[in-house]
């Protein structure tokens, strides 16, 4: 039995680059190789695609060289169907022009990108377009989980428990500062969140206690993106999160894990530097595992999140974060991670469902998703372009009239 052709896409353009380098290093490792030949697709922040065998070592990305031997540019068939990764070999001799050469055909893809350009739906929208296998959540899930403002509007109009908030544009910002200030201030009381929109990680995210705060945090905030979100800040909060896995109707939460933080905010610092071994991305953090809440408490987060899962039709892993409210027993969802750090696979494995089961799943639903979509109908033919006529004015008119 042949092998499954895997796909293994990450970096990309966003300040999450690192990161994804981390979480797709961690996956190839721990994947069947009995099952997959894995094909290592590296996005650099130039947005320039790669391919070979020194992606598999954290070393090549220190200072990465697209010259190193054994690396070469690759290029994504666009053509539906094809998933075929191809290279351009350079030209041989004095008259040899360059030639195309397929380096893999590709089964499935896991795409492995922390934020933007990646985990945004933008990837995913390519690969719909390709109509190669994916696993991660699809085009709309993607995208409004993404963007923090959207998902805000999103899990509202929902039903769903979130903190008070409003949001900015940079330009409105820079041209009132001072009347951007009155407005939050007048939405929401002391202290607050401010996030742009469109990141993760926590990297721009900071706390403000009072206007001089609140303004440099807006400030750095809008260094990250055109659009921030600020939101209610609740007083010595629980962190919860709770990882989801699955497809359609079939859906199963994780257990449910309390990141640990010595201040007011997980930042980037403490999820992926100062942990005992930086390479290990999120698995990394400082965590209690399971968390030490009521029973009642955690059956209501893991069934919050199989809901939140189903309603945005996610696929494969996500992972939903909250805020719990001790003093008034409130949970509140923070955000939606559609790709997930390290995947969360440390969050499956005091389930019983270790990295290279819970990668196998990934697949499977893949695979699933993609039978699914190509059962639908996309044959559907009308005479409207015989019947039309575009030869001027008069056509144009006989064209509408027809229709």
């Known amino acids: 039995m042949s092998k499954m052709q895997l796909g293994v896409i990450f970096g990309s353009r966003t300040c999450e680059h690192e990161v994804s380098v981390i979480s797709a290093l961690q996956l190839m490792k721990a994947v069947d190789r009995e099952k997959y030949d894995v094909t290592p697709v590296y996005i650099s922040m ?3 695609w790669f391919s070979g065998d020194p992606l598999f070592e954290l070393k090549t990305y220190s200072g990465f060289d697209e010259n190193t031997k054994g690396i070469f540019k690759v290029n994504l068939d666009l053509t539906a169907g094809s998933g ?13 022009g360059e030639k195309q050469k397929m380096v893999v055909r590709l089964d499935c893809v896991i795409p492995v990108l922390h934020g933007m350009h990646g985990e945004d739906g933008t990837l995913q929208g390519m690969l719909e377009m390709c109509n190669i296998p994916y696993a991660s959540s699809g085009v709309a899930a993607s995208a409004v989980g993404m963007d923090k403002v959207f998902m ?8 769903f428990p979130v903190l008070p908030s409003c949001w900015y544009l940079r330009k409105t910002f820079e041209d009132e500062p001072e009347t951007v200030l009155d407005g939050i201030e007048k939405a929401l009381p002391y202290p607050v969140f401010v996030k742009p929109s469109m990141l993760g990680s926590s990297i721009g995210v900071s706390k403000a206690k009072d206007r001089e705060s609140l303004k440099k945090a807006l400030e750095l905030a809008f260094e990250f993106d055109r659009k921030v979100l600020v939101e209610k800040g609740l007083e010595n ?7 989801v896995l699955g497809y359609g109707d079939e859906a199963q939460p994780s257990e449910i894990e309390m990141p640990v933080t010595g201040g007011d905010l997980l930042s980037f610092i403490d999820k992926y530097i100062q942990g005992s071994n930086a390479t290990k991305g999120m698995a990394s953090l400082k965590r209690v595992l399971p968390a030490p809440i009521e029973p009642e408490l955690r059956d209501r987060i893991r069934n919050l999140s199989v809901d939140i899962f189903k309603s945005m039709d996610c696929k494969g892993v996500v992972r939903i974060d909250y805020m719990y409210d001790t003093a008034a027993g409130e ?3 923070t955000e939606i991670n559609t790709i997930p750090g390290s995947l969360a696979f440390y ?6 469902i270790h990295y290279r089961e819970l990668i196998d799943k990934m697949v499977e639903y893949a695979m699933r998703a993609h039978r699914e ?10 005479d409207i372009l015989t019947n039309l006529s575009l030869g001027g004015k008069a056509g144009a008119k006989s064209g509408a009239k027809n229709a």
Do not use: V
């Open 46 to 48: 130039k947005g320039e």
């Open 84 to 96: 075929a990764l191809t290279t351009i070999e350079p030209s041989k001799g004095l008259f040899g």
């Open 152 to 159: 805000k509007q999103y899990f509202l109009g929902g039903g």
């Open 237 to 243: 909060p629980l962190e919860l999160n709770c990882s």
């Open 331 to 333: 949970i509140y969802i």
């Open 347 to 352: 969050l499956w494995e005091p389930c019983g």
């Open 373 to 382: 979509k190509n059962e639908s109908n996309y044959a559907f033919s009308s």
